[in-house]
Structures are given as structure tokens and as C-alpha cells.
């Protein structure tokens, strides 16, 4: 679907900052501050539920350039749901890269245009695709995420019995 969506090209200097960007707010986001959460104390559900606010707490300057509040708002929304999304990525897979692609993902295939899809003469076609692609993600995102696949630090023996479990 997201195919069919004509957009603009990006220039080449816009794609690779845009690249780089994503390398850094992952590498800030994911593997400096949420262990640092785990660190202190904070079970691995409470890290996945605050990691995420210092992230969208970081879209709010946008407001100082004349962006509206609703957009601003609407983005730190979108921006804390996709965090947990990679917080989890992150905590189960005790990967950088499984957020990282995550997030390059996410941003080369941009906000689904929702609106669009009333107006659509395939929009039947549409909606059960969105639907059916939510509870496909929903239903295997448990079983893709596996930490024993991974070997994932934060279920080690060792890292749980240093930290709260909830």
C-alpha cells in the first residue's frame, strides 16, 4: 500500500542525515538511557514506559520554530508510541540493530496516510489490509521477539537477579 503513495524523492544529503539521525537518536535513545533505566533500578516494563517520554519530550522545540501545537503534540505522540515499540525491540532482542531498522523503516515509509483512505476506490481493499497487517504484527511480535532467539542480555540469569522484575 505504502507503495502507491507517490512522494517527493529526498535529495542524497537529506537521505543520508536523515540515516544518520536515526543512528544517533537509537544509539542516545536505546543504548545509552535504557540501560541506564534498567541500571537504576527500574524494571524492564517501567524502562520500555519512560524511555520513550525523554524522546518525544525532544520533538517539543519544535513549537519555538512556529510549528502549531496540535502538529507538536501529534508528533510527540506518535514519536512515544513508536519508542516503546523500539524499547521493546531493544529489551527482547538485546539488539541495537532490531530499533535501528525499526526506525529507518518507520521513516522511509513516513505516517500511514489514514485520511486518504476514505476517498480511495480500493479503500475496502485498504482497510482489510491495515487491519489484518495489525493483528498479524500484533499476534507474532511475541513469538519474532523471542529473547532466548537472541540471547538477549537483559533476560540473562545474571541481569535479572541485579534488577526488579514486574
Same mark, same amino acid.
Given at each position: 500500500?505504502?507503495?502507491? #503513495?507517490?512522494?517527493?524523492p ?6 543520508s542525515? =536523515? ?7 537509537? !544509539? ?7 540501560? #541506564? !533505566? ?5 524494571? &524492564? ?13 525532544? &520533538?517539543?522545540? &519544535? ?8 502538529? /507538536? ?6 514519536t ?5 515499540? =523500539? ?10 540493530? =532490531?530499533?535501528?531498522?525499526?526506525? =529507518? ?9 489514514f485520511?486518504? /483512505?476514505? &476517498?480511495?476506490?480500493?479503500?475496502? !481493499? ?6 489484518g497487517?495489525?493483528? !498479524? ?30
Amino acid at each position: 500500500f505504502f507503495l502507491m #503513495i507517490r512522494r517527493p524523492p529526498r535529495s542524497t544529503l537529506s537521505s543520508s542525515s =536523515a540515516a544518520s539521525d536515526v543512528y544517533k537518536r537509537q !544509539l542516545l535513545f536505546r543504548s545509552c538511557i535504557f540501560p #541506564i !533505566l534498567l541500571a537504576s533500578g527500574l524494571s &524492564h516494563w517501567l524502562a520500555v514506559l519512560l524511555c520513550p517520554l525523554f524522546f518525544s519530550v525532544a &520533538h517539543v522545540h &519544535h513549537v519555538l520554530r512556529g510549528v502549531p501545537i496540535t502538529a /507538536v503534540l501529534f508528533q510527540s505522540t506518535y514519536t512515544c508510541i513508536f519508542g516503546w515499540y =523500539a524499547g521493546l525491540l531493544f529489551l527482547r532482542t538485546g539488539h541495537f540493530i =532490531a530499533p535501528l531498522l525499526a526506525h =529507518a523503516f518507520c521513516n522511509v515509509m513516513e505516517f500511514p496516510p489514514f485520511w486518504e /483512505v476514505p &476517498h480511495r476506490p480500493d479503500k475496502v !481493499l485498504i482497510i482489510v489490509l491495515y487491519v489484518g497487517g495489525s493483528i !498479524l504484527f500484533y499476534a507474532l511480535l511475541p513469538y519474532l521477539t523471542d529473547p532466548s532467539w537472541y540471547d538477549s542480555v537483559f533476560y540473562s540469569k545474571e541481569f535479572l537477579e541485579q534488577t526488579l522484575i514486574v
